[in-house]
């Protein structure tokens, strides 16, 4: 049986990090799967979750099962972080645990099939694992362009999407610190959003994978809530795996904006059910980690200046990138207005291997690099060999 199956490429992103393992040069520059990293190179646990999980050795009495929506402290205590001063929206928000925003994202696309939604819209380029689960689920892919070519967001291609969507129809946007571009949409564009979404009723899912890491985590999370603001129902997609560093453990949740708490309840138990046929039940640790920093003042004071601290490192190397002015025909100078870890480079297939091969420097075929894995020290190397390869 096994030999009617045909062999398929790992995942490009994933792949990555074996090659770049694999390479002996001691300076090479690793700009390939989104993870912080520190000015050595490093990507520590947070000195908060470290004195979360020992609180959690000392605490926990119990492995026994939860039920499929998981550790229900941890996805309430995120809800002011991420929906603000009224968290539950006058109890029209609840959610569930889910495995890492991976699972988050599976899951509201599945459930919008099952309610449902045949095409999705989306900005492209995107995350490559949105369209990997959209085709696994049999949803169609309805591509608009994410970005202009001036490095800003296209704002006329998303409310043409809006607008022009069929009743089957959702559209999946990105909180902040957009994957891959990093070009967000600014304040008024998301009133803009909000505002065709609510006329169109065109269904909005929104992935918010890096709050925090942006322009802070108050701000990181104002377009999703004008979003909410204004429209009867959504779906929200929400990952701790950057935001505390807790990428193996898999952390996640994903929110519903439902009418009243009665479509709450029903889509929950759609979701309850979908879940429980797919993973069953999240991992735990992650989350009882978020919950106890989250309900532990000191400890989320401590999180929040690491988060500060990983933001403003980030931002550094953007002013620097930007300073530098270009690296060869590439223009740097956007880096500098844009968030997150991410940034897409003009540079072609051909050109991305040559930074591999020849300078040791790796980043995903797209162009795409990992912000955080620059540092002051590699940052005139990378900017001389790009400057070598894309003349
Ligand atoms: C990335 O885009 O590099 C991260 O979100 C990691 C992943 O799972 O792809």
Redesign the pocket.
Known sequence: MLDRLSPQAP?A??ALIRLHDADPRDDKIDL????YRTEDGNTPVFAAVKAAEQRLVQEQDSKSYLGPEGDMGFVNALMPHIFGADPTMGGRISGMQTP???GAVRLALALAQKAGVKRVHMGVPS???HAQILADLGLELVPFDHASPDGTANLEAVLDAIVNAGVEDAVLLHGCCH??TGIDYTADQWEQIAEALAQSGTFPIIDS?YQGLGQGLEADAAGLRSVLAKVPEAFIAYSC??NFGQ?RDRVGAFYILGQDSKALETAFSNANALARACWSMPPDHGGAVVRLILRDPELTAMWMAELDDMRGRMRGVRDALAAAGSAGRIDLTPLGTQNG??AMLPVTKEEVAQLREGHGIYM?ASGRI?IAGLTMGNLPKFIAALAAVAH
């Open positions: 995942d992103l994933l390939g799967v989104g993870v890492g925003g991976t995350w490559p694992n994957n891959p994978a795996d950057k990428y870890l991410f995903a990992n």
